[in-house]
């Protein structure tokens, strides 16, 4: 794990939070598509992967009461209870199995196992974060994880449906 500091929330605000990132994102992407050529992709990156974060957190607060320090997705994903992970990863299998964007991915070599698609995005945020440092540690990280965040936020909303938005659709 990332980090051995626990840190409690409510994890009815760390979903909030998430929402607001993910929220944030589906913004920007719409002035994209709307002509709007000053915002970054890598801003956008930025947003998933913090709104990934936050729901990772949200779910292992969730279980345990408490989440870990750090930004690693892949921690975070191990720190899940063994029947989360496994369900998270049996939800991925099957979108895998059928998705054109993940075919794409491999078709450019690389790897759309979660476990691969985890740790090449792990330091996401922060090499995203920083991308005009021109860092070679961030060489090669992807964003391939929006399905992931996707069946996260649905493992949270299963758990606490009445968190649902109404005025806001699914991702």
């Known amino acids: 794990m990332s980090s051995t ?13 998430a929402e607001a990132f993910l929220n944030a994102c589906r913004t920007l992407d719409a002035a994209v598509k709307q002509g709007n050529r000053f915002i970054l992709p890598l801003t956008m990156a930025v947003n998933s992967a913090l709104a990934l974060e936050l729901y990772l957190k949200c779910l292992r607060t969730i279980e345990a009461g408490n989440f870990f320090k750090g930004h690693e997705f892949d921690e975070q994903y191990f720190d899940l209870e063994d029947s989360t992970k496994n369900e998270i990863k049996r939800r991925h299998d099957e979108i895998e199995a059928n998705s054109s964007f993940f075919t794409n991915m491999r078709e450019r070599g690389y790897k759309t196992d979660l476990a691969s698609l ?11 974060r920083y991308a005009f440092e021109n860092n070679p540690s961030a060489q090669g990280t992807v964003w391939g994880l929006d399905d992931f965040m996707r069946i996260v936020r649905s493992i949270v909303l299963e758990r606490h449906p009445e968190w649902t938005p109404e005025d806001y659709p699914p991702p």
């Open 118 to 128: 985890l740790r090449m995005g792990r330091k996401t945020f922060v090499h995203f």
């Open 5 to 17: 500091e626990e840190i409690s929330a409510d994890p009815h605000l760390i979903f909030q939070s």
